[in-house]
């Protein structure tokens, strides 16, 4: 029951070309914003959590609820920014995000901090799709290798400053500061957009499909729901099972009822592009080794070591100013060499950090974790810029909006997967070594005090239950199987990263011709 219709040359709105590197910059200001967002809130957590009597299920809520929002509405985003255009939702995004911003920063409430983040979760899904379908119809064709190049560098400067400034700011100033910054970023996000961005929409589709909206977001919390609980519940509870079917039985009526809708929320013909399906497969992976490693470096840093969250972040610095350097070049080379080569590289570069991180001891001082840093922002930047030119670039402008939420919506799903079952594999390590390492000590403990001790050296801590030598061991032996988890850990992020580089082989570049024949149904 596809369509297709040619795309008419007049479906842009706001009037006049768009200012290709302005807009980059205009966009730029608002992803830099979710971006601190994302990277300071895990350093605030401590003083939210004794400032207003946080439980850490309450903690891990803050996180939980923002991505659950995030993830489920990524492609709907996209889709609204499609039919009412990309410059109105991308403003709309930003201004919800900042004055969610102002009201968490403003809350007494660990009920209201949560429910707020949820709304900061939904606002910022508004605006990311929006942003690259922003650069897809400002960067036409080729030129877009150079936006997603100058993009990636952006977010990695986003991503080296954001712990710094955060550390700074809750250790100086207050855990309300953290979110305070977000609004004189989004006023000003906001008075530039509205002075340079052109929004785009398609005169094609005229209505949202609400049933499809159902189905995905279903589908969406189901699978990401999963994910996230199942480091609590386990990956064989009745619990996690039956989120992971609900996930696949309501994916496939929503991808049955996408075929046959007259305006599908997401066309499956794009995705008859094998690069665009690739390019999503690709974003899954990365993120999944991205996103898994850097959460148990940070307690390798913080528990093994007992760095502060400044000091952690100053610890993961070279990789984020890797990305500042790496991703501009990326962008080149995509443009000569094209992505199958590149991306395939990037992710045999990331598979060797992977490989020098499952070597790190627990005395590895700045070197020994800089030098994989650095190699991994060299490795990541490609498949980063590489994918998302894939997948934003490929589709039709009309449907640019949605691909960017694609993109998202990948980086999400691949990121929690990520962090779920690599701390899965971290936790059943740790648990099958961590007697052992205790010794004669293992067996003078409570079975509930080891099992206590077991979910702590999980994420790097100890607690000394013992007086004396004792706790010199439970602390050796905590760290040492902890480092045993890591080791893992990291040599199962290798061999994600080789099928991955595997993968990149057959991607092409693929047309990016304007006006094209478009399937909408």
């Given at each position: 029951m596809?369509?297709?219709?040619a795309?008419?040359?007049?479906t842009?709105?706001?009037?006049?070309?768009?200012?290709?590197?302005?807009t980059?910059?205009a966009?730029s200001?608002?992803?830099i914003?979710v971006?601190?967002?994302?990277t300071?809130?895990?350093?605030?957590?401590?003083?939210i959590?004794?400032?207003?009597g946080?439980?850490?299920?309450?903690?891990?809520?803050?996180?939980?609820?923002y991505?659950?929002?995030?993830?489920?509405?990524?492609?709907t985003a996209?889709?609204?920014?499609?039919l009412?255009?990309?410059k109105?939702?991308?403003?709309?995004?930003?201004?919800?995000?900042?004055l969610?911003?102002?009201?968490?920063?403003?809350?007494?409430?660990?009920?209201?901090?949560?429910?707020?983040r949820?709304?900061q979760?939904l606002f910022?899904a508004?605006?990311?799709?929006?942003?690259?379908?922003?650069?897809?119809?400002?960067?036409?064709?080729?030129?877009?290798n150079?936006?997603?190049?100058?993009?990636?560098?952006?977010?990695?400067?986003?991503?080296?400053?954001?712990?710094?400034?955060?550390?700074?700011?809750v250790?100086?100033?207050?855990w309300?500061?953290?979110f305070?910054?977000?609004v004189?970023v989004g006023?000003?996000?906001?008075?530039?957009?509205l002075?340079?961005?052109?929004g785009?929409r398609?005169?094609?589709?005229?209505?949202?499909?609400?049933?499809?909206v159902?189905?995905?977001?279903?589908?969406?919390f189901?699978?990401?729901?999963?994910i996230?609980?199942a480091?609590?519940?386990?990956w064989?509870?009745?619990?996690?099972?039956?989120f992971?079917?609900?996930?696949?039985?309501?994916g496939?009526?929503?991808?049955?009822?996408?075929?046959?809708?007259?305006?599908?929320?997401?066309?499956?013909?794009?995705?008859?592009?094998i690069?665009?399906?690739?390019?999503?497969?690709l974003?899954?992976?990365?993120?999944?080794?991205?996103?898994g490693?850097m959460?148990?470096?940070?307690?390798?840093?913080?528990?093994?070591?007992?760095?502060?969250?400044?000091?952690?972040?100053?610890?993961?610095?070279?990789?984020?100013?890797?990305?500042?350097?790496?991703?501009?070049?990326?962008g080149?080379?995509?443009?000569k060499?094209?992505?199958?080569?590149?991306?395939?590289?990037?992710?045999?570069?990331t598979?060797?950090?992977?490989?020098?991180?499952?070597?790190?001891?627990v005395?590895?001082?700045?070197?020994d974790?800089a030098?994989?840093f650095?190699?991994?922002?060299?490795?990541?930047?490609?498949?980063?810029?590489?994918?998302?030119?894939?997948?934003?670039?490929?589709?039709?402008?009309?449907?640019?909006g949605?691909?960017?939420?694609?993109?998202?919506?990948?980086?999400?799903?691949g990121?929690?997967?990520?962090?779920?079952?690599l701390?899965?594999?971290?936790a059943?390590?740790?648990?099958?070594?961590?007697?052992?390492?205790?010794?004669?000590?293992?067996?003078?403990l409570?079975?509930?005090?080891?099992e206590?001790?077991?979910?702590?050296a999980?994420v790097?801590?100890?607690?000394?239950?013992?007086?004396?030598?004792?706790?010199?061991?439970?602390?050796?032996a905590?760290h040492?199987?902890?480092?045993?988890?890591?080791?893992?850990?990291f040599?199962?992020?290798t061999?994600?990263?080789?099928?991955?580089?595997?993968?990149?082989?057959?991607?092409?570049?693929?047309?990016?011709?304007?006006?094209?024949p478009?399937?909408v149904?």
């Amino acid at each position: 029951m596809a369509q297709a219709v040619a795309v008419p040359p007049d479906t842009r709105d706001g009037g006049g070309e768009a200012h290709p590197w302005l807009t980059l910059l205009a966009v730029s200001l608002g992803v830099i914003m979710v971006m601190l967002d994302g990277t300071v809130v895990a350093i605030a957590n401590p003083r939210i959590a004794e400032d207003l009597g946080a439980s850490l299920s309450d903690l891990q809520w803050i996180t939980s609820g923002y991505l659950l929002a995030l993830a489920v509405f990524l492609i709907t985003a996209g889709k609204l920014g499609d039919l009412f255009g990309h410059k109105k939702v991308f403003l709309i995004g930003v201004a919800g995000f900042a004055l969610t911003s102002l009201a968490i920063g403003l809350t007494s409430s660990i009920g209201m901090l949560i429910a707020f983040r949820v709304l900061q979760g939904l606002f910022g899904a508004l605006l990311q799709p929006a942003a690259l379908a922003l650069l897809r119809l400002a960067f036409p064709g080729e030129r877009l290798n150079m936006a997603m190049g100058a993009w990636g560098a952006i977010i990695g400067l986003s991503s080296a400053g954001g712990p710094i400034i955060g550390g700074l700011l809750v250790e100086n100033v207050s855990w309300q500061s953290v979110f305070f910054i977000n609004v004189p970023v989004g006023v000003a996000a906001l008075a530039f957009g509205l002075w340079v961005l052109r929004g785009g929409r398609t005169k094609l589709l005229s209505r949202v499909d609400w049933l499809g909206v159902l189905l995905l977001s279903a589908t969406m919390f189901s699978l990401v729901w999963s994910i996230i609980k199942a480091p609590e519940w386990g990956w064989g509870d009745p619990k996690t099972i039956g989120f992971l079917a609900a996930a696949v039985v309501v994916g496939a009526v929503f991808l049955f009822w996408q075929a046959r809708a007259a305006e599908p929320l997401l066309p499956l013909s794009l995705f008859r592009n094998i690069s665009v399906s690739i390019g999503t497969g690709l974003m899954i992976l990365m993120a999944f080794s991205m996103f898994g490693a850097m959460f148990f470096l940070t307690f390798f840093f913080q528990g093994v070591h007992g760095l502060s969250p400044l000091q952690s972040g100053l610890r993961m610095l070279p990789m984020s100013a890797g990305m500042i350097v790496a991703s501009p070049i990326a962008g080149i080379l995509i443009g000569k060499l094209g992505p199958r080569v590149t991306i395939a590289g990037g992710m045999l570069i990331t598979a060797v950090a992977m490989f020098l991180m499952s070597r790190l001891s627990v005395e590895a001082q700045f070197m020994d974790s800089a030098i994989p840093f650095v190699l991994l922002a060299f490795g990541l930047s490609p498949v980063f810029v590489g994918a998302t030119e894939i997948i934003v670039g490929n589709a039709p402008e009309e449907l640019s909006g949605v691909a960017g939420g694609v993109q998202n919506s990948a980086m999400q799903v691949g990121g929690a997967l990520g962090t779920a079952v690599l701390g899965a594999i971290v936790a059943a390590k740790v648990s099958s070594v961590l007697p052992g390492y205790l010794g004669p000590v293992a067996e003078a403990l409570p079975p509930e005090q080891l099992e206590g001790l077991k979910s702590a050296a999980s994420v790097g801590m100890a607690f000394p239950a013992l007086p004396g030598p004792a706790a010199s061991v439970i602390t050796n032996a905590s760290h040492l199987s902890f480092m045993d988890g890591l080791h893992l850990g990291f040599v199962v992020s290798t061999a994600v990263a080789v099928i991955a580089a595997i993968l990149a082989l057959f991607v092409k570049a693929g047309r990016k011709t304007e006006g094209a024949p478009v399937h909408v149904g």
